[in-house]
């Protein structure tokens, strides 16, 4: 049954407003110009994360004010939005992000301060469930998948076992439970996200020189893109890639993004052109009187401002110059 979207008056309302406290392109010019990081650091302490901010007392820990930022907007959304359950299938990434880094942690004795109090498992409950084999806590999906992945990690040893398998998972959730809920809008968003990360994964595997059947088994599936259309590829030149995608949706953001991986061998500006086309997909939805699109909108421009800060950041303190730091920053 299709849900009556009239219910969202009330949450896009709040939305608008909260959205004009969003950083602007000009804080984020006065951050990448000023002469330290600490100089760069004093203009968030001027916006809406002053609070934080001011209880920071060495830049080197701004995550922790970044990921409490992150966490204070879920549950906002989450408590405003008449349907908390379709926000948390996009919390549900943070989960996926958080098994990851407990995993590597638990086989390949890899400790990690990137853990993320975002998602539809508390932390402390995710730790114990990896840390002890202890999986009931675990939506059935999500429990099956883990329980695959310490099988196949004890068989073979190959850490890429737990990417695959969560980052499938993930997707295979998400896009489920977007069309058990009648979201058109979440399912194309997602689709779209799956497509984007099969071009990449592609193009890594192409680079890498490895085979076409590792490429069968790291292609997600869901995509518009089919699969097979994609696994063909392997054995072409990746500017055959910009031929097959000439009339796409992603036939712009293909053409420069390959071109600057041959170049260059970095894949930076691919991954900024693919958060930039989300980006430019979503403000569709800034229009949108009654719906979930303004709120999965603000989610995805506080994500994005979240991560820019973070490019500035560390530009920043690593001492890069203001134009590298620029050229990666995501349109806000």
């Known amino acids: 049954m299709p849900i009556d979207d009239t219910v969202y008056a009330y949450s896009?309302?709040?939305?608008?407003?909260?959205?004009?406290?969003?950083?602007?392109?000009?804080q984020f010019d006065r951050m990448i110009n000023a002469s330290s990081s600490e100089e760069?650091?004093?203009?968030?302490?001027?916006?809406?994360?002053?609070?934080?901010?001011?209880?920071?007392?060495?830049?080197?820990?701004?995550e922790s004010i970044l990921a409490a930022e992150l966490k204070d907007t879920f549950d906002m959304v989450m408590k405003i939005g008449p349907y908390p359950e379709l926000?948390?299938?996009?919390a549900l990434r943070y989960d996926i992000h958080n098994l990851k880094v407990l995993f590597k942690a638990k086989f390949l004795g890899i400790k990690s301060d990137l853990l993320i109090p975002v998602g539809t498992h508390e932390l402390d409950?995710?730790?114990?469930?990896?840390?002890?084999?202890?999986?009931?806590?675990?939506?059935?999906?999500?429990?099956?998948?883990?329980?695959?992945?310490?099988?196949?990690?004890l068989l073979n040893r190959d850490p890429q076992v737990i990417d695959l398998n969560l980052d499938r998972i993930l997707y295979e959730q998400m896009i489920y439970a977007a069309r058990e809920n009648n979201s058109s809008f979440l399912e194309d968003l997602f689709i779209r996200q799956v497509d984007l990360i099969n071009l990449k994964t592609l193009i890594r595997v192409k680079r890498m020189?490895?085979?076409?059947?590792?490429?069968?088994?790291?292609?997600?599936?869901?995509?518009?893109?089919?699969?097979?259309?994609?696994?063909?590829?392997?054995?072409?030149?990746?500017?055959?890639?910009?031929?097959?995608?000439?009339?796409?949706d992603y036939a712009e953001l293909v053409s420069e993004g390959v071109r600057e991986w041959l170049d260059k061998g970095s894949a930076s500006l691919l991954e900024k052109l693919s958060d930039d086309y989300i980006t430019n997909h979503l403000k569709q939805g800034r229009r949108?009187?009654?719906?979930?699109?303004?709120?999965?909108?603000y989610l995805w421009a506080k994500e994005i401002e979240i991560k820019n800060i973070r490019i500035v950041l560390v530009g920043k303190?690593?001492?890069?110059?203001?134009?590298?730091?620029?050229?990666r920053i995501r349109n806000v």
């Open 12 to 26: 896009v309302a709040r939305i608008k407003a909260i959205e004009t406290r969003l950083l602007d392109q000009g």
């Open 40 to 62: 760069a650091f004093k203009v968030l302490t001027e916006s809406g994360y002053a609070g934080a901010a001011a209880e920071l007392t060495d830049i080197h820990n701004f």
């Open 87 to 90: 926000i948390g299938m996009l």
């Open 125 to 153: 409950k995710l730790e114990h469930a990896v840390n002890e084999g202890d999986y009931r806590y675990l939506q059935e999906k999500l429990r099956r998948a883990v329980g695959k992945i310490t099988e196949e990690f």
């Open 209 to 248: 020189g490895l085979t076409r059947d590792f490429l069968k088994t790291a292609l997600l599936p869901h995509g518009s893109i089919r699969v097979d259309r994609l696994t063909i590829m392997i054995d072409e030149p990746l500017e055959s890639l910009i031929s097959m995608l000439a009339i796409s």
């Open 288 to 297: 949108v009187t009654f719906g979930i699109e303004p709120l999965v909108g």
């Open 317 to 327: 303190i690593n001492k890069l110059p203001a134009e590298a730091i620029r050229e």
